[in-house]
């Protein structure tokens, strides 16, 4: 039995990492599905539940999917079920430990093996040497401990040129998890191509942007709309890089949703033009995000991110003419940026009147390009989870406390991101 766990930041979306890791377990690596029990569980589930829960199926292996809102539980999870399993195989995954795989391994004695990117070859291939009890010093793409207890870092794992290789995590009949009213996460491309360098999507990659055929993503999105399900996200991290694309995903969205499910995504504003927001309204997507970050050039330099001014107000009129909510959104504490600056930036995003304005404090994530080079531009920042701004040569923690005492005066909700209706955040 493999046992496979998520910690849900919200418990509605559905675990499309370990669904993939399933799906690719039991199409190319001779797992029965049944043979794979997914767990998953909200952020106030106790690790000693969370524990009993895992080892309830008696696994062999344990996958726990890591993120910035979960690994500092998840790594207490690793404690309990080692001193109640030593025998059972630890492997952690996904961004938040894979750019510092040796080192977890390194310092966390109950991990065993850490997956550095890409988890579904990997942790197939992890799952059938456990099973036939051969070595992992080959397995490319992983961190792991040696029978001496040395952290052993092996060669990285190619990366998957053609997605279209991996199973679908929506089309392999597996119907063991209740999808009622859950929202859908649905991938029609993986990777970026832009180097904004507070973002992790494959920046270091050759192939940064990889993309599912249509074929395929219409049959996942067929599978989904005829069914009772709260709502469909397209989480790649541009849905609109490629335009006619884009269209004609939404094209076969609006003529195939009868049930009017709502869908969610995210877009780079330069790319909507009037027709592309058309189809959206026609596809029913209700909730859109839209990225502007700063207006700064220095920000914008710093943290190689671009903005087309012109085109990106065309792109928001155009979102607002056919009536398509969206969130604009911006991060606090660029490096490069100033207090003045940020606030400019503010005055311009509310300007454009959106229906939604959030502000995210700046993470500085590990593997991301901001993260490598933190030290070299004097940029600061909690060394735990979720790795907030501390401070920069352009902002110091007054700066910065400055930020947080401005969303927090106008009321923000619990949790992130900080988000108010448009025209309320004000900085008297």
Not at 130 to 143: F, N, S
Not at 369 to 391: C, D, F, N
Request: proline fraction near 6%; include cysteine.
């Amino acid at each position: 039995m493999i046992a496979l766990a998520a910690i849900h930041s919200d418990p509605a979306f559905t675990p499309l990492a370990l669904l993939y890791l399933r799906a690719q377990l039991s199409e190319r690596g001779g797992v029965p599905a049944g043979d794979v029990d997914i767990t998953e569980f909200t952020l106030d589930t106790p690790p000693a539940d969370i524990a009993r829960r895992i080892l309830r199926s008696n696994p062999r292996v344990a996958g726990l999917s890591c993120y910035v809102w979960n690994v500092t539980t998840f790594m207490e999870v690793a404690k309990l079920l080692k001193k109640a399993r030593p025998d059972l195989v630890i492997v952690l995954g996904g961004p938040e430990v894979g750019p510092m795989a040796a080192s977890i391994v390194d310092a966390y004695p109950d991990v065993d093996i850490v997956v550095k990117s890409e988890g579904e070859a990997p942790f197939s291939e992890i799952v059938e040497r456990a099973r036939d009890g051969r070595t992992l010093h080959d397995v490319k793409g992983i961190a792991f401990r040696d029978a001496r207890g040395v952290a052993v870092d092996n060669e990285d794992a190619p990366l998957l040129k053609d997605v279209n290789d991996l199973p679908s995590p929506h089309l392999g009949g597996f119907d063991d998890i209740d999808y009622g009213g859950r929202v859908i996460c649905l991938e029609t491309q993986r990777g970026c191509v832009f180097k904004c360098n507070f973002c992790f999507y494959n920046k270091d990659s050759s192939v940064r942007n990889r993309r599912f055929e249509l074929d395929r993503v219409k049959r996942e999105l067929l599978h989904w709309l005829g069914r009772d399900v709260q709502q469909i996200y397209l989480m790649d991290p541009v849905f609109n890089l490629y335009g006619d694309r884009a269209k004609d995903i939404l094209r076969f969205i609006a003529a195939n949703n009868a049930r009017r499910v709502p869908f969610h995504t995210e877009v780079w504003a330069e790319f909507i033009d009037d027709e592309m927001a058309r189809l959206m309204r026609d596809a029913n997507v209700t909730f859109v995000e839209v990225g502007l970050q700063t207006t700064d050039t220095t920000a914008l330099m710093t943290v190689e991110r671009r903005l087309k001014v012109e085109q990106f107000v065309h792109g928001v009129e155009c979102l607002k003419k056919h009536g398509v909510d969206f969130e604009l959104q911006l991060i606090y504490g660029l490096p490069g940026e100033t207090r003045a600056s940020f606030m400019k930036s503010l005055a311009f995003a509310e300007s454009l009147e959106p229906p939604q304005l959030a502000v995210f404090p700046l993470m500085v994530l590990p593997g991301t390009e901001l993260w490598r080079k933190a030290e070299a531009i004097g940029l600061e920042y909690e060394p735990t989870p979720p790795y907030y701004v501390r401070s920069h040569p352009t902002m110091t923690r007054e700066d910065i406390a400055f930020g947080w005492e401005l969303v927090e005066r106008n009321g923000r909700p619990e949790g992130l991101p900080y988000s108010w209706e448009s025209g309320r955040l004000t900085a008297s």
